[in-house]
């Protein structure tokens, strides 16, 4: 069974500062991995989806990548502000229409 | 315009009552879900259907049922709502690739 782990599950960061928060899948055989943003007391907003036969996707100050083989993706975030403050998931789609979500990675940037 | 949208947002009830949950999508996507965020905000997959069919449903107590009057509908009803039933219930719905997400509904049994 696939399961979705992501490190670190908290992390603080200053203003300004370049960021890379982790994801790790157990089975390679996935056919997209999503990322989201959760908000305290709201639903997830979609970042960024990768097709399990692209590397990279890029929007914006958000960079997605992802290393299929060894069950890895990174979400980059390029000089963060106060507003990405948020719990950021990541989620692999396997057969099925079947969905994993991580445990979660919760984000504070301080003005 | 709501993509997703979940009603009620917020739902107490006491123990033993029977509850239910509305999602609706105006994105005409074929496949609908039902999540549970529990307090440690853990997301996990309830249900989901596929026009109208249901074709993952994990290991949740029979007390909860989904229904899908329509490829835009997917509702779902609680009985004999326990303790431990509360949690954030997530709607969302797919075609093929991308999830989107409703606003959530915040059960708490009293």
């Known amino acids: 069974k696939q399961e979705v782990t992501q490190i670190p599950a908290a992390l603080s960061v200053p203003e300004g500062e370049n960021l890379v928060l982790n994801c790790s899948f157990t089975d390679s055989a996935i056919y997209n991995l999503q990322w989201f943003r959760q908000d305290p007391g709201k639903g997830l907003t979609s970042l960024l989806l990768i097709q399990s036969s692209q590397r990279e996707q890029t929007s914006g100050r958000l960079n997605a990548s992802l290393d299929k083989s060894s069950g890895r993706s990174t979400l980059y975030i390029a000089a963060s502000q106060p507003g990405d403050s948020a719990t950021y998931l990541c989620a692999v789609r396997v057969t099925g229409n079947q969905f994993y979500f991580g445990t979660g990675t919760s984000l504070t940037v301080i003005p | 315009d709501t993509a997703v949208s979940q009603t009620p947002k917020y739902l107490v009830t006491q123990m033993g009552n029977d509850k239910s949950i509305k999602c609706e999508q105006n994105?005409?996507?074929?496949?609908m879900y039902w999540y549970k965020q529990d307090s440690k905000k853990f997301l996990k997959i309830m249900f989901s259907y596929n026009n109208k069919e249901l074709i993952i449903n994990e290991t949740v107590p029979n007390r909860f049922s989904p229904k899908s009057p329509d490829k835009a509908h997917l509702n779902l009803h609680i009985n004999s709502l326990e303790l431990g039933d509360s949690a954030v219930y997530f709607c969302a719905s797919s075609q093929a690739h991308e999830q989107f997400f409703g606003p959530g509904t915040r059960l708490t049994v009293l």
């Open positions: 994105l005409g996507h074929d496949t």
